[in-house]
């Protein structure tokens, strides 16, 4: 299901990739030079096909339309309960929208997750994905290197991808690659200055 909300275009200060951009009202009175194009594609699963059922990830998205939209302005795309082809079309959907050089876009997941531990791998899933231990090869999930290939390649100059999805692990490969147990507080820790600084750079 997908829902459209909203056909004004967002005034917010410009921010980098890294950071939440400050949002500003509709009403303020923002010199044009600072104004940006802001879009956010916002999805939810909370019914499954082969996993339980989660109750908040609808509501919870519901919510953020609600407050992007009237209370900033923001044009949202909702998609409540999408399959993974529908789920990939938007994402591939997000290529054709014009970029001006101010522009920002939110992409924003609620639902499951699931992390193989042998390749250090993350999948969010769908509604008809089926758990990671029927689905070894993440065929009916989709990896989150899938999900930042396609961000990445967009002309859209301030990206920010944000998963609301337990047990889907790290979205930045260096930690999801590093050599500790995820379980531990040491994912930043553990790493050299150099690939700290790169990580909270490219993925906030």
């Known amino acids: 299901m997908t829902e459209t909300r909203g056909e004004s275009k967002q005034a917010i200060a410009a921010s980098p990739i ?15 030079s600072a104004l940006v194009q802001t879009y956010a594609l916002l999805v939810g699963v909370s019914e499954y096909d082969y996993c339980a059922t989660l109750p908040n990830p609808v509501s919870d998205v519901r919510a953020l339309d ?9 044009e949202t795309s909702l998609l409540l309960n999408p399959d993974r082809q529908t789920f990939l079309k938007a994402l591939y959907d997000l290529a054709k929208m014009p970029s001006e050089p ?9 639902g499951h997750g699931w992390f193989d531990e ?6 969010i899933a769908l509604k008809d994905s089926r758990m990671l ?3 070894p090869f993440g065929d009916t999930l989709v990896a989150h290197e899938v999900i930042r290939s396609i961000l990445e390649r967009l002309d859209n100059p301030h990206v920010l991808l944000m998963l609301d999805s337990c047990f889907g692990g790290t979205l930045d490969p260096v930690i999801a690659m590093a050599p500790i147990n995820r379980g531990e507080e040491a994912s930043y820790r553990d790493l050299s200055p150099k690939n700290r600084t790169g990580s909270r750079a490219n993925f906030g």
């Open 18 to 32: 890294s950071s939440v951009a400050e949002a500003v009202p509709p009403t303020s009175s923002v010199p044009a």
């Open 66 to 74: 609600k407050d992007l939209r009237e209370t900033y302005g923001v």
């Open 102 to 110: 101010n522009s920002q876009l939110l992409v924003f997941f609620a």
């Open 118 to 123: 042998t390749v250090r791998k993350g999948y």
């Open 133 to 135: 231990v029927d689905d």
